[in-house]
């Protein structure tokens, strides 16, 4: 069950992705060394990218690589996500189906 005293920015960015870009595979995997939680996303063969919540924005990175920033606000940063890995994004907040 939920609480929402857990609710933060990664499940933010997680419901958002979820939302906005339904295609995508996004989950909340605890990091093994820090015990923070980072988000994985991946699409089709792409991916995997791990984005997280750092400071005053989210983050992402593929791999090993070097953390790029992404906007603060979840909207704006689950756009980027689902662009960086070549997938659309849903114009409307009404849920799939009922346009």
């Known amino acids: 069950m939920l609480n929402l005293d857990d609710w933060g920015p990664v499940e933010q960015l997680v419901a958002t992705i979820r939302r906005r870009a339904p ?3 996004a989950s909340i995997v605890p990091d093994e060394e820090t015990g923070l939680r980072h988000v994985r996303v991946t699409y089709r ?3 995997p990218l791990e984005a997280r919540w750092h400071s005053a924005c989210y983050h ?3 791999g ?3 953390w790029k920033a992404l906007p603060a606000d ?3 940063a689950a756009n980027a996500l689902a662009e960086e ?3 659309g994004t849903s114009t409307t907040d009404e849920p799939p189906g009922t346009a």
Do not use: F, N, S, T
Request: zero cysteines; aromatic letters at 6%.
């Open 60 to 62: 992402y990175r593929r």
């Open 23 to 25: 295609q995508l595979a």
């Open 74 to 76: 979840a909207e704006e």
């Open 45 to 47: 063969h792409d991916g």
């Open 85 to 87: 890995l070549g997938a």
């Open 64 to 66: 090993d690589g070097l």
